[in-house]
């Protein structure tokens, strides 16, 4: 596989249920990134990741959210008791430390009912 | 808060014709990206403009920079149907001297649509 994969495609749940989507990055990327789309606008900063640890996360990432990449390979987002205000399609990236392309998933398209 | 701002919002053009596209954004960058997303799919990197450089050919694509006016644009040159997307262009602000590309900001896109 040559590129950022990510799972489930879809989602469609309830308010108040949790999720949780995966992403696989292109294998020697050591930077994952978490980015958050909503119709008509661009993608807006969640967090990242250099190997295992989270470096950086966005005011946008309220206590409900929570991201991990264990072992510095794929990462989980989880959104914990969602929200309607969620519903959003959520991009997974990743790079190589050093380098300034971004390599983008197709995206996990949240809809909370 | 989203830095860049692209002009126009939605363009429309025939098939062969040129496409420019601008970029405004507020502080100093690093540099300055263009991306490009099919219509529900994830984002493709086209090209990235250094902030000592001012301008940047790839293939059909032309990208300028004018860092005193903060803004930039992407001409697409005879255009084809397949270039019916949406473009961004993205800045990173973030700390060059560690190579750091940790937070870059998209602007709400133009949507380009090229009509055989």
């Known amino acids: 596989d040559t590129g950022v994969s990510q799972n489930p495609r879809h989602k469609i749940t309830k308010r108040g249920q949790n999720v949780t989507f995966r992403c696989d990055p292109i294998s020697e990327h050591n930077r994952l990134y978490w980015y958050r789309q909503t119709l008509g606008q661009g993608p807006e900063f969640l967090t990242y990741?250099?190997?295992?640890?989270?470096?950086?996360k966005s005011r946008l990432l309220s206590d409900r959210f929570s991201a991990e990449r264990p072992k510095g390979s794929f990462s989980t987002l989880e959104i914990q008791r969602t929200e309607q205000g969620d519903s959003a399609m959520y991009l997974c990236?990743?790079?190589?430390?050093?380098?300034?392309?971004?390599?983008f998933g197709s995206g996990t398209q949240l809809s909370v009912l | 808060s989203q830095q860049g701002e692209e002009d126009p919002q939605a363009l429309s053009i025939q098939e062969g014709e040129n496409a420019t596209m601008n970029c405004s954004y507020k502080t100093s960058i690093n540099n300055l990206q263009w991306y490009r997303q099919n219509s529900g799919r994830g984002l493709v990197h086209l090209i990235l403009i250094r902030s000592n450089e001012r301008e940047k050919h790839s293939g059909r694509l032309r990208v300028t920079l004018d860092t005193s006016k903060k803004s930039s644009s992407l001409l697409i040159t005879a255009s084809r149907a397949a270039d019916t997307a949406s473009y961004f262009c993205a800045t990173d602000v973030g700390l060059y001297y560690t190579g750091a590309n940790s937070k870059l900001t998209f602007g709400k896109g133009i949507t380009l649509s090229v009509r055989p």
């Open positions: 990236a990743s790079s190589l430390a050093g380098y300034w392309e971004l390599f």
């Open positions: 990741f250099q190997n295992e640890a989270q470096l950086e």
